[in-house]
Nanobody
Framework: QVQLVESGGGLVQPGGSLRLSCAAS????????MGWFRQAPGKEREFVAS????????YYADSAKGRFTISRDNAKNTVYLQMNSLKPEDTAVYYC????????????????WGQGTQVTVSS
């Protein structure tokens, strides 16, 4: 069983950058497609980005395209989300998730979740 721990959140000014990390325990990390989701107060959890098991394909929400980059390092059991040109509307708790199979934009597909990391974009 993989356990996920996110880090890298914080307070950043509009236009700034953050890199989120999600470290996975266990030796089967490469068996999982990974996704990043976010949830703002009073809103549903929404898809941000996902990546296949070996990183050959990535997928993004329209809101993330051109600004965010998902990547993974299977040797380090870690998936990343590089976020550039951040906007106030990116403020949310960001979660990484693992799916034993293909990546998906539907959060209900993912069976493993981290505890989340807060990202606040404000001047």
């Amino acid at each position: 069983q993989v356990q996920l721990v996110e880090s890298g959140g914080g307070l950043v000014q509009p236009g700034g950058s953050l890199r989120l990390s999600c470290a996975a325990s266990g030796r089967t990390f490469s068996s999982y497609a990974m996704g990043w989701f976010r949830q703002a107060p009073g809103k549903e959890r929404e898809f941000v980005a996902s990546i296949t098991r070996f990183g050959s394909s990535t997928y993004y929400a329209d809101s993330a395209k051109g600004r965010f980059t998902i990547s993974r390092d299977n040797a380090k059991n870690t998936v990343y989300l590089q976020m550039n040109s951040l906007k106030p509307e990116d403020t949310a708790v960001y979660y990484c998730a693992a799916n034993f199979g293909l990546p998906d934009s539907d959060y209900r597909v993912y069976g493993l979740w981290g505890q989340g990391t807060q990202v606040t974009v404000s001047s």
